[in-house]
């Protein structure tokens, strides 16, 4: 599966924007579908994932009640809502496809299948 992640951008800090991950070639039938991110300097961390069949969802406690993963079923899209945003969520964030459990799905090693990244940068 080929993925596309859209919708980053420049925001002030208390603002939202929402992510898009676009799969073409398949569809997320089968798959987790989840964001990571990757700040200046730091190693990539998990943000958020959701199970494209039956809609699982798992959100990194850094960002949980600020950020909210959802499907698009119509679209073949996965979307993260991000609301509130602080300086510290400027990113790349990627999305990712895999095949795996709830308990693996912070784990980068999971997830086989990853978009090119869209950057978010939340201004003070």
């Known amino acids: 599966v080929q993925l596309q992640a859209s919708g980053g951008g420049l925001v002030q800090a208390g603002g939202s924007l929402r992510l898009s991950c676009a799969a073409s070639?398949?569809?997320?039938?089968?798959?987790?579908v989840g964001w990571f991110r990757q700040a200046p300097g730091k190693e990539r961390e998990f943000v958020a994932a959701?199970?494209?069949?039956?809609?699982?969802?798992l959100h990194a406690d850094s960002v949980k009640g600020r950020f909210s993963i959802s499907k698009d079923i119509a679209r073949n899209t996965v979307l993260l809502q991000m609301n509130s945003l602080k300086p510290e969520d400027t990113a790349v964030y990627y999305c990712?496809?895999?095949?795996?459990?709830?308990?693996?799905?912070?784990?980068?090693?999971?997830?086989?299948?990853w978009g090119q990244g869209t950057l978010v940068t939340v201004s003070s």
């Open positions: 990712a496809a895999g095949r795996g459990i709830v308990s693996s799905w912070s784990s980068e090693r999971m997830w086989g299948y």
């Open positions: 070639g398949s569809s997320f039938a089968g798959y987790a």
């Open positions: 959701i199970r494209w069949s039956g809609g699982n969802t």
